[in-house]
């Protein structure tokens, strides 16, 4: 078993991961995006994000507008827009990411009977500004931000959503990690996706973390969830209606 010292896990790390890299591109990459398709589907992330998104849906007396922070390789979006033409819902979904290569990547997911729009920005830049959207999700992106980024961000953008916010992240945990660091010895998954998972725990919050920073951004309707497989899903109630 791996040993640690005392304070190991206690706060957020600061660390990069190639994926931070806006420049990425090539069949690592797209390796990469397969691999963390196949943990979210596996671990339930999509669906427990998808659920609420249903659920605001069909509570809706209008289309909602969609938009997905850090969309990656697109496969919320993907799952919202599948299960809204089959169920005869109009939605308008746009993903935002910084690297134009994810989003050719997601772009070519798409089939016919999927309309997404797709936009490159750099989310962390302080110029960056958030298009008005009914439903701001994201999955396993925020902990990008620093607490004191996020709350900025969040404080500057809730003006733009006009109805629920919905975070799904990693809950730091030290057991997540020495199991996560295990698996890597028997899982099929490229080198950035192991080596990018286990910084990305020590890169993910606490309740306590996420609850100050909702709250610091003027939050007071919210909710933040445990859910399977050492997550959170965050719902954050916007009144801008």
Known sequence: MPKHNKGWLTTRSTETEEMDNLDLSGEMLHQTLD???????????????????????????????????????????????????????????????????????????????????????????????????????????????????????????????????IFSELRRSKLAYVLFKIGNLFLPFSKMVKEDGLKAIRRSFSKKELDAILVGAGFERFEVKRKFAFRWLVEVVVFNR
């Not at 605001?56 to 919202?80: E, K, Y």
């Open 35 to 165: 691999g963390l398709s196949y943990i979210n589907r596996l671990l339930g992330n999509t669906n427990a994000t998808i659920s609420l998104v249903k659920s605001s849906i069909l509570n809706s007396d209008h289309p909602l507008t969609i938009l997905d922070l850090g969309c990656g390789g697109g496969d919320n979006l993907r799952a919202i827009a599948t299960w809204a033409y089959k169920n005869k819902h109009t939605v308008q979904l746009i993903g935002i990411d910084g690297n134009k290569n994810i989003l050719a990547y997601a772009q070519s997911k798409n089939t016919k009977d999927i309309s997404i729009q797709y936009d490159q920005a750099d989310i962390l830049a302080p110029s960056f500004q958030l298009p008005p959207c009914d439903l701001l999700i994201s999955s396993h992106f925020i902990y990008h931000f620093s607490d004191a980024d996020l709350v900025s961000f969040l404080k500057k953008s809730k003006q733009q959503i006009s109805t629920k916010i």
